[in-house]
């Protein structure tokens, strides 16, 4: 089965390699700081970027920008044709973008002195559309998954799933565009957001863009120096029973003093009358800051330190911190290596913190793709172990973004 999937798994690179050319979806790059991109809206349909598809123009960047050019320039300056909707061979009208994510992954882990888990894991496979009409705005994603993913999913079984990890109607508040109201399943606005939506900092705060995304409404803000966004809980009506959806709200807000400089801040309050993991009344508070810096063009300095407290309803009080600080470096356009370091207390009693170190390269070899690959070593602590336990994973992922 493992071999079957491998072979599948190298003919799907090859074959879109020479058959894919599609718009680009809209991950989340804070590196982009490094061009004086301090906002999102630009490039992105979602605010805060991240999530969503990308605009006509984020198309463009991403094709001039993001991905190898091999030592050739546009004479131009122009992107190329094949940044447009299937390369350009069909047009779509102004109002509507369309995208679409391919993520899959191979993966290695050892806990200490213990045998190798390896196995391939589909980690998107998403389409996502946005239209926007006048001020009117509206956005949809829907996707399978074959595993995990439950808290995003449509369908009720334990596996292959289909799944929708946002949809939203909105309305642009003025003629620039700069105030957006939004109201449906909405990616958590909460410090920086990455693609690394593992790391400590996302889950400790649950506020990644995979699968904690929550009903509700929001107001964001984008303009000159400023981007703000603020959104009011209703919880995540795909879970069920109710007693598990958490309700309250979310909010960051970022300055930009410089183009190759911003710092943020972030706070959340959540209530779950039965909270998914401990099973009792959780009341959560999450705050945090954050930055980007680009001290010179090749070189990103991002970093987020995020402090939570829990009351535990007849389970007492616990509070933690995760925090993370990543340096990534562009020696060419199109190859990144980067080094990230973490920490995390859960809170519980007498929990000593874990610390991690991650070493990762990203390739994006041609329009639209790119491998990457990272390696990981963890020392992980637990209450009452007498030392704390060390991880080492390896993980190599082909990722089409259409």
Known sequence: MAARRLFCWVVGVALWAAL???SSSARAYPWMIRHGYTGCTPCHTDPSGGAGVLTEYGRAQSDLLLRMRYGQTSESGEADKTSGFLAGLVPLPEQVRLGGD??????????E?????QQFITMRADLTADIKLGRFRAAGNIGYAPEGDLPVSLTRASTKNLISREHWLGAELDEDGAWLLRAGKLALPFGIRMIEHTLWARTLTRTDFD?????GVALAFSQDKVRAEAMGIAGNFQMRPDDFRERGYSAYVEYAPATTLAVGASSSFTRATRDI?????DYRYANGVFVRYAPVQPL????EADSVYQSLTWNGHRGGYAAFAQADYEPA?????MLTGEVLNGGAAQEPASFDGWLSAVWFFLPHMDLRFDGIYSSI??????????????LAQFHVFL
Do not use: K
């Open 20 to 22: 894919v050319t599609a």
């Open 102 to 111: 391919f993520r899959e992954a191979f993966l290695s882990n050892q806990v």
């Open 277 to 281: 993991q401990y099973g009792v009344t």
């Open 300 to 303: 990103v300095l991002l970093a």
């Open 113 to 117: 002195s213990s045998p190798v888990q």
């Open 211 to 215: 699968a904690t995304q929550q009903y």
């Open 381 to 394: 602590g637990a209450a009452g172990a007498p030392a704390n336990t060390g991880v080492t994973t390896w």
């Open 333 to 337: 356009q199109g190859f990144h290596v």
